[in-house]
């Protein structure tokens, strides 16, 4: 099963499909509609239809006007002959790596077919154009694939990879990494509409200094391609003893 | 600083706020309109609106237009005369104990706040109803936030504090948890539109075996309070060192 955040004609998805087409039987099912920032979503407040299309030939491709979340629930449940061996997500028109994760539509649906226990992995570009290439990635998302398809992926575990755009266009190989700490600043710009009256527009930069070695920040800094095995589990056992002397 | 995803004029809401009033200066700033399931989503496609209410007197309140994310980035940007030393959500109407963090508006809030370095506290109960009855919570809320301005909670961690709803009507006390496996199964139920068209409307159960002592799901259905502490780092390092042997 295939699907994105992007929506289904954006050329992310085409392109990860390509690689993939002879590994398998395929499902796409995707956004009708460019859904990035919709993180873990999903609409409770009107029904959700499905269109199928029929641009990839051979291909079962649908547009749904749900979210990413939407999609791999519907399409699980009602659009998969079988169990899927594997969920893919992407290629994301831009970074899903650091904190970018809990906004972001492709993670959100790798993490969802994660809870229903389906191995899934999320492939994101640091560009953000409708016409990023996509060609430095392809090998890289192959060998992540087959070696899944192959080896699987520890039960619960789902993968976040996000690939660099070096400016000699070169990807040094794979790092295994740890999310890295950042944080958006400054995140609304105040602006003023035609009646004069206060609103605010999406802006904000992102701060990162958690770039040592060993993080997604640090890899994709220097060329690599990050990978971040991840869980939904939120948990932070490092303070359970600490706080329960507070609490209980 | 205290905000929901079920709305601005929801009960639960008030009650959280009532309970805090006499400890320090409260900024209010939720949804407009019920943003339940939002989860982390912000709004990217348009201006965010925000209207000062006045319902509660001497209160600074506001509605906004925007997910709960939203809401924490506006109000700490530009509606809080200084740095908060806690951020509020809730009090939810309905659980996001066990992996219903993922979806939720209030621990969205919570967690966006975190990320900015604020101590923050989700609160939620486990009835979904309206008119659900807040007062056996309250002075478990109260203890929990004068426990955490006065000692404070590590470094960027937050709290998710689940109430359950106990046929006596006694809460035995408090336990800190580590959040429970679990999974929505059935997610979406076919139905047709009045064209004949299929389409899917949101339905499902709750599936939980995980219910160990030490787990939220446990406290909850023991009668407890659950209290997860709960990070933003979404890495499994447990199969860092696993994988790398796969893929580096």
Partial sequence: MITNDDGVNAKGLRSL???VRDLGDIVVMAPAQNSSGKAHSFTAS???????????EGLDIYACDGTPVDCVKVCEQYYCPRRPSLVLSGINHGSNSSINIVYSGTMAAVLEASMSG???IGFSLLDHSPNADFTPTLPFIRKIIVSALEKGLPQSTSLNVNFPVPDDGVIKGMRVCRQSEARWVDSYERQFDSKGNACYCIAGRFECDD???GTDQWALENGYVSIVPT???FTAYNIIEEIKNVFE
Avoid: F, G, M
């Fill in 17 to 19: 499909v390509d690689v």
């Fill in 46 to 56: 009107r029904p959700i239809h499905v269109e199928a299309l029929s641009k990839y």
């Fill in 118 to 120: 389906l191995q899934a």
């Fill in 211 to 213: 770039n040592k070695e």
């Fill in 231 to 233: 869980t939904i589990d």
